[in-house]
Structures are given as C-alpha cells and as structure tokens.
C-alpha cells in the first residue's frame, strides 16, 4: 500500500462553543480529559496516515505547543486568515505535503471510534477515486452537510441547505495518490471563480460538476460526535463516559 498523509484543519475558533473558545482555539476544547486535536491526531494515527500536518489558526501558539508534545512528528502551520473560508486551511495544509501524495482530509471536531478508522484504512488500501465519507442513520438538522446522490452512490451536489437530499457527511475526504491532480484543479478552479471564502466540501461539488462524481463511503451504525456548542460537548462526555464510543487517549495506543 502506497502511503498517505492527513491534513487536519483546525484554525478556527469556533464561536458558537461561547465562552469556552474565549482564550483557546475550538481544537483544544477538552472532551473526556483530552483536546479535541488529541482525538483526531489519534484516530488519524489508527488510520495509518504519515505524515500528518496540522493547520492551525486562532490561539496558535497554544495548539503548536500541544500537539509539538503529543505528536512530535506532525507538521505544523498557521492559517493567518482563518476568518475566512477552510479553504485556506487545506492549502496551508496541502503546502506541507508532497505534489503527488494521497491524504486524509479531516475536521478537528469529530470524534470516531475505531471502527470508523479501519474503514479508512480500507479504503485507503482499495479506492482508486476520491472518497467522501458519508451515514444514512443520522436525523440531520439546519447546520449539518447534506448529500445527494446519484443511483451509483456518487455524489451529486451537497450543502447545508439542500431541500432534498440521501445521505450526510460526516467530515471526512479522502483523496488517493492517483487523483490528487484532478482534486488539486478542482481547488484552483473553485479558487479562480469564487476566490478563497470557500468551505473544502465545495471542492466536491466543483469535481462533480465537471462530470467526475466522487464516490461514498457509508460509516453509518458507528457512533461518532460532532462537537460545535456546549451541549454537543456535554453529549460526548456522557457517550465516552459511559463507553458508547471508544476514547481516545494517546498516539498509538489501543
């Protein structure tokens, strides 16, 4: 299996967790004892990815420090303009890994268990296209992704506001070696005609559009957290607490 990195954006602040963002970024919020940027470095690591680099932002300095501890071999850098879309985010991130690579895309505000993991090192080792991870079990409100797919799995368009749709994403791309040319000009395009104040999903909708859908991965049944307000937060303590999904504690371990 040829190797593959992960880009892990976690630049923002992420207002809406209040005041508990006031002094520190979104990926150092703790959820059962550890930062968020410990979870996802974690489960990146179960997946297998090397190298891995972490684009920061907001309250940098204090992520560098954590993560330079936690996971001395990650990459660092900075996204100066974190205000606007994650698109810079994944530039940043993609500046520090090698033209032809393959990689994970991920957000710092997940939490998986490892189940989720062994279905990312599967496809790592099988898909021959880019991969967007996707559930079907999930009752989806106002502010997570929808997906529409075509009867081949693939994806049509997806958005927030998405009348109709079959499927959500759960924060995950993956994009193989052998594809990342196609998803590079995808992210020049989209840069070229809507500038840099894009999210990353509108990658795959740029690729869809130009006639090369991108495929799913479907993780549903595996019990996995979304943390973007206290009361998300309060929801994970309690499912890790009382071991519905398995923490994640340290580089390597498990």
């Keep these: ?6 880009i892990l954006m976690a630049a923002g602040r992420g207002s809406r967790l209040g005041d508990l963002t ?49 996971d001395p071999a990650a ?7 974190l205000h606007r879309g994650n698109l810079l985010s994944l530039v940043a991130g993609q500046s520090q890994l090698a033209s032809d690579a393959g990689f994970l895309l991920m957000n710092v505000d997940h939490i998986y268990p490892r189940g989720v993991a062994n279905s990312v090192y599967k496809i790592s080792e099988e898909a021959d296209d880019i991969v967007a991870f996707c559930d079907f079990d999930r009752k989806l409100t106002a502010d997570d992704m929808k997906v529409q797919l075509d009867a081949d799995q693939r994806v049509i368009t997806m958005s927030k506001t998405l009348d109709k749709w079959d499927a959500g994403y759960v924060g995950m791309t993956f994009v193989p070696a052998a ?6 000009e995808a992210v020049a395009g989209l840069r070229a005609e809507l500038g840099d ?16 859908r991108p495929s799913i991965v479907d993780i549903s049944g595996h019990g996995w ?13 309690r499912a890790l607490a009382s071991s519905e999904v398995q923490t994640i504690v340290g580089l390597g371990e498990g």
């Design 179 to 184: 594809c990342r040319a196609r998803y590079d």
């Design 197 to 212: 104040d894009c999210a990353v999903e509108q990658v795959l909708v740029r690729l869809s559009e130009g006639g090369s």
């Design 1 to 6: 299996m040829s190797g593959f990195g992960l």
């Design 75 to 81: 990459m660092l850098v900075e996204n100066t303009e």
């Design 22 to 70: 006031e002094d520190t970024s979104k990926a150092m919020i703790t959820v059962a004892g550890n930062p968020l940027v410990g979870h996802s470095l974690s489960f990146a690591d179960w997946c297998g990815t090397v190298p891995r680099v972490v684009v920061g932002g907001y309250c940098y300095e204090e992520l560098a420090s954590y993560v330079s501890t936690f």
């Design 225 to 237: 957290y979304e943390i973007d307000d206290p009361s998300e937060r309060a929801m994970a303590e």
